[in-house]
């Protein structure tokens, strides 16, 4: 199968292997590919089993930073006497990411017992789903999983008779970027304002309602059944690269190229192949410029630096970006970088939830000096007064917002500086920069 | 995609009676707060009546033991609250960079010249149409995406506007 392609030869669909199959979708037909027996088999093991495996697989987190599952599982200390729980990640709007809503619309149950699994592994009798409120489709598949299987008895007060509860609770988000970020998200299911807290306390000590909290990405959690039925060293055997990077991974991808849509490969997967040859390459008559690996808030790449990329957490690093959510957005010669620069600005400075001033008024100032310089008004001044913005945006503020709105930027001025000074002719007058000097 | 109608000038007429009462006390047992559900009851209020009014926010205050202020704080963080009334069809296209990209600007372009809105959040004369640009809706790979409502239209262009506008009736 695959969605809306295919599967090709050289992927490995694991969590994409339903995705387009209709009858995948309800609890039967779910049953029939293999549904639950995950569930089934971890009811019979004990938690600090479960978490054990997960740690042996080298799963690491799928919604930007990576952090090691079984580890982060592995905080959360059972018969502490307070209740636990598990907040899934479905807030999926980092520019550039469609995998979870994927995920959702294909494979539902496969979501519904990864949360199952998760919140019984780290002892919480509650799981919530945290659906952005723009996945109309993904919002109906997921309420209708969960009122199947809470009808089976999969979930509920006594889920698939292990005497365990387990209650899984879709609740839906209302548009705001920013509940994404694991703290705003807590925030959010409260009945708060989004805004992100200070860390610590970490979720693990104090998290949604002041109780120990575990956050896991939709596609983090969607892997786990896989994980159990088929072992961690299956899992393990997943790489072609680096021991630290195990497993398969979706990668959306978007913008001027062939085939836009999800692939899903094994990690360490050459970059290069997997533009060229499964994405089909750029559209007819043009060539690839630069590529945004892991959404937006990622350093944008020059092809030189993709071509020479494995595609794991280590891989983008040494090519001067990062795997991030996996969202990859490929730009063409057709595209001008400051232009689409100065759009992902604006999606930052709409997105912060102006909580911390750097960010606040960071992105504002950002996006004003970026739409000037694309339109041909900018000077030769305002390259180094954004850098000197990004400087105090980066490492600042309570989320990383603000510094994912200076990535872009200073990423983009450092590797495509050409296009920049194409715009800025000379040195204009500046009633601000005049002034000062 | 469903519609809703609604006349602003009649009195407002409460939400949580009868079945919609019914589904937000369902909920309680989930949360171990009531604030906790006010996503969900300020969802159930736009739903039946399209957008989110003072006195909307004051009824979910009263049943979920808050103040209106703090409800109206929460109601502004999110921007798919509306806090105005909006035309029958709400149109949201989505302009960041990867849609951008890919041609949206000349997708919200088509939208507004026909629908009558000509600009960005006012409602046609008719009442039928609001146009919007939201930040990226999650569906890049099917650049444009656009919501209508609560259906949603994948990979649109600019040549396609006439024959979605068509089925809006």
């Known amino acids: 199968m695959g969605y809306p392609h295919p599967s090709h030869a050289r992927e490995t669909p694991v969590l994409s292997q339903y995705f387009g199959d209709q009858d995948g979708i309800g609890l039967d037909g779910w049953r029939k590919r293999g549904g639950y027996n995950g569930l089934q088999k971890a009811l019979s093991m004990s938690p600090a089993e479960i978490v054990d495996v997960v740690k042996a697989s080298g799963l690491r987190g799928r919604g930007g930073a990576g952090f090691p599952t079984g580890i982060k599982w592995s905080f959360m200390k059972p018969g502490d006497g307070k209740p636990h729980y598990l907040c899934c990640n479905a807030d999926e709007s980092e520019p550039g990411t469609f995998k979870d809503r994927e995920i959702m619309r294909w494979t539902p149950h496969a979501l519904v017992e990864g949360c199952a699994i998760g919140a019984y592994a780290i002892g919480a009798e509650t799981a919530y789903i945290y659906i952005r409120g723009e996945f109309t489709e993904p919002l109906i598949r997921m309420r209708q999983a969960v009122r199947e299987a809470y009808d089976a008895g999969i979930i509920g007060k006594n889920a698939m008779g292990s005497g365990k509860r387990i209650d899984i609770v879709i609740h839906k988000g209302a548009g705001a970027y920013i509940c994404g970020e694991e703290t705003a998200m807590m925030n959010s299911i409260e009945g708060r304002r989004g805004n992100p807290r200070i860390k610590p306390p970490f979720p693990a000590v104090s998290g949604v309602f002041a109780q120990p909290t575990t956050i896991n990405n939709v596609e983090t959690l969607a892997a786990v059944p896989h994980i159990i039925v088929r072992g961690a060293e299956w899992y393990k055997g997943l790489s072609l690269s680096s021991p630290k990077s195990t497993g398969s991974k979706l990668f959306s991808v978007c913008g001027n190229i062939a085939k836009p849509g999800n692939y899903e490969v094994t990690l360490g997967f050459p970059f290069k192949d997997f533009l060229y040859d499964l994405c089909g390459g750029p559209l007819p008559g043009r060539t690839f410029k630069a590529v945004v690996p892991g959404g937006i808030s990622v350093p944008i790449q020059t092809m030189e630096e993709a071509e020479a990329t494995k595609m794991d957490y280590e891989g983008f690093i040494d090519q001067g970006s990062m795997l991030g959510s996996g969202g990859v957005i490929v730009f063409d010669d057709q595209q001008n970088m400051v232009k689409q620069i100065a759009r992902a600005a604006r999606f930052f400075a709409h997105e912060s939830c102006a909580q911390c001033t750097q960010c606040r008024e960071g992105t504002a100032w950002t996006t004003k000096i970026m739409e000037r310089i694309r339109d041909g008004e900018g000077t030769h001044e305002d390259l180094d007064t954004l850098f000197s913005i990004a400087d105090n945006m980066t490492g600042k503020t309570i989320c990383v917002l603000s510094d994912s709105c200076a990535v872009p930027v200073v990423s983009g001025i450092n590797k495509f500086r050409s296009e920049f000074e194409a715009l800025i002719k000379k040195p204009k007058f500046h009633p601000v920069t005049a002034a000062v000097a | ?169």
């Open chain 2, 1 to 169: 995609m469903t519609a809703v109608t609604h006349d602003h000038d009649a009195p407002y007429q409460p939400v949580f009676v009868g079945e919609r009462r019914k589904e937000l006390d369902a909920l309680f047992p989930f949360y171990p707060t009531k604030m906790a559900c006010i996503l969900p009851a300020l969802w159930m209020v736009q739903e039946d009546r399209g957008w989110i009014s003072d006195e909307g926010m004051a009824e979910v205050a009263e049943v979920l033991e808050l103040t209106p202020a703090y409800v109206k704080g929460v109601v502004t963080f999110y921007t798919m609250y509306n806090t105005h009334p909006v035309g029958k069809y709400l149109i949201q296209v989505c302009t960041t960079t990867p849609c951008n990209i890919c041609g949206a600007e000349d997708v919200v372009g088509a939208f507004l010249e026909q629908t009558g809105c000509g600009e960005l959040g006012i409602t046609s004369a008719d009442g039928k149409f609001t146009v919007i640009e939201v930040e990226c809706l999650g569906a890049c790979g099917f650049a444009t995406p656009v919501m209508i409502n609560e259906g949603f239209v994948e990979s649109v262009t600019a040549a396609r506007v006439p024959e979605i506008l068509a089925g809006l009736k």
